[in-house]
Nanobody, 124 residues
Framework: QVQLVESGGGLVQAGGSLRLSCAAS????????MGWFRQAPGQDRAFVAAISQFNDNTYYANSAEGRFTISRDNVNNTVYLQMNNLEPRDTAIYYC?????????????????WGQGTQVTVSS
């Protein structure tokens, strides 16, 4: 069964850090491109970061650049999102997703497998 399960969310003060995990089953994260997205109340799902199938190239939203790092562990079949210097505007449900394309994509429509999401709340 193809599945993604996120964990690691929580409540953190502004300036703090969290590491989100996305455990995959039914496929190998090292053989696909993966992305992280987030959705705040009343807003559309937005791109955060992606890691390409090829050469582990990474891509970030402007809001995440310099603060967030996406990585993957092929042994544990898990993708991570390290988030540092968190701000209240980062508060959202965070989702990981598998790209249906060979290349990494910032468009949620190009992802065919999604996790259930993990809540991140940043207090000021």
């Amino acid at each position: 069964q193809v599945q993604l399960v996120e964990s690691g969310g929580g409540l953190v003060q502004a300036g703090g850090s969290l590491r989100l995990s996305c455990a995959a089953s039914g496929f190998t994260v090292g053989s696909v491109s993966m992305g992280w997205f987030r959705q705040a109340p009343g807003q559309d799902r937005a791109f955060v970061a992606a890691i390409s199938q090829f050469n582990d190239n990474t891509y970030y939203a402007n809001s995440a650049e310099g603060r967030f790092t996406i990585s993957r562990d092929n042994v544990n079949n898990t993708v991570y999102l390290q988030m540092n210097n968190l701000e209240p505007r980062d508060t959202a449900i965070y989702y990981c997703a598998k790209s249906r394309l060979t290349l990494a994509s910032m468009d949620p429509k190009n992802h065919d497998v999604w996790g259930q999401g993990t809540q991140v709340t940043v207090s000021s």
